[in-house]
């Protein structure tokens, strides 16, 4: 794959394997209706495509299916807050929904809130630095990567991502390292092999 084309491709950037949140969307819905009939507001329950009993990972496609937009499931959070404001994974849903509206920033809030409650959440630090990165951020991403190796040197994700960020700086040998991580952790990683041999001979014609 030409290095071009995955520079400018943000797309080959890799989520997490989060865990499951610790509540299920039923739990989520029960809890916005008691918020409606505590306040007096009648409106209708935000509607859901597929309903599902569990909450998948917010990275994966069960979560993301089972709401219709993702205007839906942020106002669905939004509620649920208001009854469990000291709820990490409330927090952690609103900013996957803003990540996925491309509100960085306001993503970013809410990933730091988690941070601020546990600053190990290695959860919190791998989607700040991908809302880092997707604002071109580059720098501030690398720091972010760092916090995710440093919490698991085995998470290959970060790595790549890392790499991904080394390549926007044109930091080529940084980013071959980065990949040589990657394929030590997954000697079958297509990407990671096609990046480092993209580098090495971008480097070579040089």
Not at 67 to 95: C, H, R, W
Not at 111 to 116: A, E, S, W
Not at 178 to 183: F, P, S, T
Request: with cysteine.
């Amino acid at each position: 794959m030409p290095v071009l084309f995955k520079l400018v491709h943000v797309s080959l950037l890799r989520g997490d394997n989060c865990p499951a949140v610790s509540f299920d969307l039923a739990e989520c819905l029960t809890l916005m209706t008691l918020s409606k009939q505590s306040s007096h507001h009648a409106s209708s329950i935000p509607h859901l495509n597929n309903s599902i009993s569990k909450a998948a990972s917010p990275t994966q496609g069960a979560w993301r299916r089972g709401l219709s937009n993702f205007e839906e499931a942020f106002d669905m959070f939004t509620q649920v807050l208001k009854l469990k404001p000291s709820d990490p994974d409330v927090y952690f849903g609103i900013g996957i929904c803003l990540e996925d509206l491309k509100e960085y920033d306001r993503a970013i809030i809410y990933f730091n809130k988690i941070l601020q409650m546990d600053e190990d959440n290695i959860h919190a630090h791998t989607h700040k630095a991908n809302c880092l990165f997707f604002k071109g951020e580059y720098e501030k991403a690398i720091e972010c990567y760092d916090d995710v190796v440093n919490l698991d040197s085995n998470n290959f994700d970060g790595h790549f991502n890392k790499a991904l960020s080394f390549e926007k700086l044109n930091r080529y040998k940084e980013a071959i390292e980065c990949y040589d991580k990657v394929i030590q952790l997954q000697p079958d990683d297509i990407e990671a092999i096609e990046g480092r041999n993209s580098l090495l001979l971008l480097l070579e014609n040089q």
